[in-house]
T-cell receptor, first 115, second 115 residues
Framework: AQKVTQAQTEISVVEKEDVTLDCVYE???????LFWYKQPPSGELVFLIR??????QNEISGRYSWNFQKSTSSFNFTITASQVVDSAVYFC????????????FGIGTKLQVIP | KAGVTQTPRYLIKTRGQQVTLSCSPI?????VSWYQQTPGQGLQFLFE???????NKGNFPGRFSGRQFSNSRSEMNVSTLELGDSALYLC??????????????FGPGTRLTVL
């Protein structure tokens, strides 16, 4: 069975600080996909990134970066120079079948960026 | 390009009734996924449709069903509603491009309250 653990339920940072959201996953498959989603207070989910298990390269997109380490089964998400608009709940997710099918989500980390 | 639309946005039903929720994907997208979000269980995958075929279903009872039409619009139905079905139901669409997967786009959700 697959499992996603987001140990940090709530994080508060002051604007412009860097923050890392942790994600640890469990799966028996050698092929799988990992995701991060953002859910702002408006409630609409926003897809941020998809990474397959064969691609361990870290990725950077503007102020966002992701660190994928198979050795520790982690897929951590870092926001650099946080902004108030980053305040949201962030979900890490895992799919063993590939793509968006049968995705298992973590419980989410609520990030509050204080101005 | 219009986004993913879901109707209705809010719905109040009583136990035992049935409900149908609708999702119109982004034009050209053939994959539609449904998710349930509750405070207790978090985000859970319901099912995914591609070209009118259900590709996968999450761990939900048979009271939860869905379908996809030839224009890619999708509906999900919940029969014999229970209090625990109160949730935000999210729909997402993606293009499912050959050789890879397109970004997933979410609708605003339908908030169902069962009294």
């Amino acid at each position: 069975a697959q499992k996603v653990t987001q140990a940090q339920t709530e994080i508060s940072v002051v604007e412009k600080e860097d923050v890392t959201l942790d994600c640890v996953y469990e799966t028996r498959d050698t092929t799988y996909y990992l995701f991060w989603y953002k859910q702002p207070p408006s409630g609409e989910l926003v897809f941020l990134i998809r990474r397959n298990s064969f691609d361990e390269q870290n990725e950077i997109s503007g102020r966002y970066s992701w660190n994928f380490q198979k050795s520790t089964s982690s897929f951590n998400f870092t926001i650099t120079a946080s902004q108030v608009v980053d305040s949201a709940v962030y979900f890490c997710a895992l799919s063993e079948t590939g793509g968006y099918q049968k995705v298992t989500f973590g419980i989410g980390t609520k990030l509050q960026v204080i101005p | 390009k219009a986004g993913v639309t879901q109707t209705p946005r809010y719905l109040i039903k009583t136990r035992g009734q049935q409900v149908t929720l609708s999702c119109s994907p982004i034009s050209g997208h053939r994959s539609v996924s449904w998710y349930q979000q509750t405070p207790g269980q978090g985000l859970q995958f319901l099912f995914e449709y591609f070209s009118e075929t259900q590709r996968n279903k999450g761990n939900f009872p048979g009271r939860f069903s869905g379908r996809q039409f030839s224009n890619s619009r999708s509906e999900m139905n919940v029969s014999t509603l229970e209090l625990g079905d109160s949730a935000l139901y999210l729909c997402a669409s993606s293009a499912r491009l050959a050789g890879g997967l397109d970004t997933q786009y979410f609708g605003p959700g339908t908030r169902l309250t069962v009294l």
